[in-house]
């Protein structure tokens, strides 16, 4: 039972916070999951929940869920953040589940926010009590947990993926709260827009927090008319909400460059400045991406569109000389170019091929013909004997062998059909080179 001042102080709480749903059924989104049916929900109402792992953006529904499962067990429920816990705090929880496990049967949930803080010796700490169904570890996190958290955790823990809300949940939120009369604006007359909340909750870009935190801003500081009602048009939405902010953690660094990559890779321009676009607003080094457009034309144009590269090293050359936000026009120029150019992967097969046999070994002598004969007296050694000189010859090549002894006869550069490599192609076979 709430007191006077639980209560008072539950009146200040920030609207998103008092707007937390407090069961399942009027929990929002993720249906994935917890909808009817899936085992999440009936491991939550069969009080049955065993290690997990929650991982989703800000304002999905992680700590809404905990809360709930905090709300709906007959166990023990005990939070920690771990920013600000350690291995003594997690001694502590523990022994006290231990204590209840021994003298009342009890179990004990552990919700741990921001999971992937803890470093590896707090990790451990807690590995036996999970093992030993001391606690039911329920970690919350923002960044994957393959990537930012140890595999010993990873490994004991069911993991949950939780996406961001549609549009169409945020409203669903956000109108809750215009008509809830104990926790939100019920008591008092507020119309909001649609064009307002359309606003709002498309910027949110599913986060209900940050939604829910637009809407009270808005509420609170807008004067009543005439009429007493707070109007919420779509002027005041537009200064009560900030423009999207990308919180690019390195796991999603990682995903937005495979996309980029993969667009490169795909030619599709559109989708790859898009995703350019991103990065650098997320704020990602300009560098970074510059020499991924440099890679690229390389790894997947290559000799079918040999300007491609001189696009890109100018590029990067522009991002040293002018800087942004002036050579963002030069490194889109370059990643249409690597975009629309014909797609050749036998530089990077040539590579790999060439690498995997010299990894290999045994080298022998360089071919006597090959030999350097830079320095006097060479002759006596034989250097360069029966070295045909290329451009004595018409065409100014010459069959000759070249190839290291050890591997003659391997093929490593294959040129393809496309673009100019047709030409190399065709060349090749000119000169008795078969390349099928």
Same mark, same amino acid.
């Given at each position: 039972?709430?007191?006077?001042?639980?209560?008072?102080?539950?009146?200040?709480? !920030?609207?998103?916070?008092?707007?937390?749903?407090?069961?399942?059924?009027?929990?929002?989104?993720?249906?994935?999951?917890?909808?009817?049916?899936?085992?999440?929900?009936? *491991?939550?109402?069969?009080?049955?929940?065993?290690?997990?792992?929650?991982?989703?953006?800000?304002?999905?529904?992680?700590?809404?869920?905990?809360?709930? $499962?905090?709300?709906?067990?007959?166990?023990?429920?005990?939070? @920690?953040?771990?920013?600000?816990?350690?291995?003594?705090?997690?001694?502590?929880?523990?022994?006290?589940?231990?204590?209840?496990?021994?003298?009342?049967?009890?179990?004990?949930?552990?919700?741990?926010?921001?999971?992937?803080?803890?470093?590896?010796?707090?990790?451990?700490?807690?590995?036996?009590? $999970?093992?030993?169904?001391?606690? /039911?570890? $329920?970690?919350?996190?923002?960044?994957?947990?393959?990537?930012?958290?140890?595999?010993?955790?990873?490994?004991?823990?069911?993991?949950?993926?939780?996406?961001?809300?549609?549009?169409?949940?945020?409203?669903?939120?956000?109108?809750?709260?215009?008509?809830?009369?104990?926790?939100?604006?019920?008591?008092?007359?507020?119309? @909001?827009?649609?064009?307002?909340?359309?606003?709002?909750?498309?910027?949110?870009?599913?986060?209900?927090?940050?939604?829910?935190?637009?809407?009270?801003?808005?509420?609170?500081?807008?004067?009543?008319?005439?009429?007493?009602?707070?109007?919420?048009?779509?002027?005041? &939405?537009?200064?009560?909400?900030?423009? !999207?902010?990308?919180?690019?953690?390195?796991?999603?660094?990682?995903?937005?460059?495979?996309?980029?990559?993969?667009?490169?890779?795909?030619?599709?321009?559109? &989708?790859?400045?898009?995703?350019?676009?991103?990065?650098?607003?997320?704020?990602?080094?300009?560098?970074?991406?510059? /020499?991924?457009? $440099? *890679?690229?034309?390389?790894?997947?144009?290559?000799? %079918?569109?040999?300007? =491609?590269?001189?696009? =890109?090293? &100018?590029?990067?050359?522009?991002?040293?000389?002018?800087?942004?936000?002036?050579?963002?026009?030069?490194?889109?120029?370059?990643?249409? %170019?690597?975009?629309?150019?014909?797609?050749?992967?036998?530089?990077?097969?040539? @590579?790999?091929?060439?690498? &995997?046999?010299?990894?290999?070994?045994?080298?022998?002598?360089?071919?006597?013909?090959?030999?350097?004969?830079?320095?006097?007296?060479?002759?006596?050694?034989?250097?360069?004997?029966?070295?045909?000189?290329?451009?004595?010859? !018409?065409?100014?090549?010459?069959?000759?062998?070249?190839?290291? !002894?050890?591997?003659?006869?391997?093929?490593?550069?294959?040129?393809?059909?496309?673009?100019?490599?047709?030409?190399?192609?065709?060349?090749?076979?000119?000169?008795?080179?078969?390349?099928?």
């Amino acid at each position: 039972m709430q007191d006077l001042f639980s209560m008072n102080e539950a009146k200040l709480s !920030p609207l998103a916070d008092r707007m937390r749903p407090r069961t399942l059924d009027e929990f929002i989104g993720q249906a994935h999951i917890v909808g009817r049916g899936r085992l999440l929900r009936r *491991a939550i109402e069969a009080d049955r929940m065993t290690s997990s792992i929650f991982y989703g953006p800000p304002g999905c529904g992680k700590t809404t869920l905990a809360s709930i $499962i905090a709300n709906t067990t007959h166990s023990a429920f005990v939070q @920690l953040n771990a920013v600000t816990s350690g291995v003594a705090d997690v001694r502590k929880v523990i022994k006290e589940a231990e204590d209840r496990r021994k003298l009342y049967g009890q179990a004990t949930y552990l919700l741990l926010d921001e999971c992937h803080r803890w470093n590896k010796s707090q990790s451990d700490s807690i590995l036996p009590a $999970i093992e030993r169904g001391v606690v /039911r570890f $329920i970690g919350s996190t923002t960044e994957n947990p393959l990537i930012s958290m140890t595999p010993a955790i990873v490994s004991r823990c069911r993991i949950f993926q939780f996406y961001p809300l549609e549009e169409k949940d945020v409203l669903l939120a956000m109108n809750r709260a215009l008509e809830d009369k104990e926790r939100g604006f019920g008591e008092q007359n507020v119309i @909001l827009d649609e064009d307002a909340a359309r606003h709002i909750a498309r910027i949110a870009n599913g986060d209900v927090r940050s939604a829910l935190g637009a809407l009270e801003l808005a509420v609170l500081t807008t004067d009543p008319g005439e009429d007493g009602a707070i109007h919420i048009t779509l002027p005041v &939405a537009e200064e009560s909400i900030q423009k !999207p902010v990308i919180r690019c953690d390195e796991s999603l660094y990682y995903d937005m460059l495979s996309a980029f990559c993969k667009s490169l890779r795909g030619s599709d321009s559109d &989708a790859a400045l898009a995703w350019f676009a991103r990065l650098l607003y997320a704020g990602v080094d300009p560098r970074l991406i510059v /020499r991924r457009i $440099i *890679a690229h034309a390389s790894e997947d144009v290559g000799l %079918a569109n040999p300007t =491609a590269m001189l696009q =890109a090293v &100018a590029a990067a050359q522009a991002l040293e000389t002018v800087g942004l936000p002036e050579a963002r026009l030069s490194m889109a120029q370059a990643i249409i %170019a690597v975009c629309e150019s014909p797609k050749s992967n036998s530089v990077v097969t040539a @590579l790999g091929r060439c690498v &995997a046999d010299a990894e290999k070994g045994g080298f022998g002598p360089v071919p006597v013909h090959l030999r350097d004969t830079h320095y006097a007296g060479h002759e006596r050694l034989g250097s360069g004997a029966e070295y045909k000189y290329p451009h004595d010859y !018409p065409g100014h090549w010459v069959a000759q062998e070249y190839m290291p !002894p050890e591997v003659r006869g391997h093929k490593y550069y294959v040129p393809s059909d496309q673009g100019q490599e047709l030409k190399l192609r065709e060349r090749r076979r000119g000169r008795g080179i078969i390349d099928e």
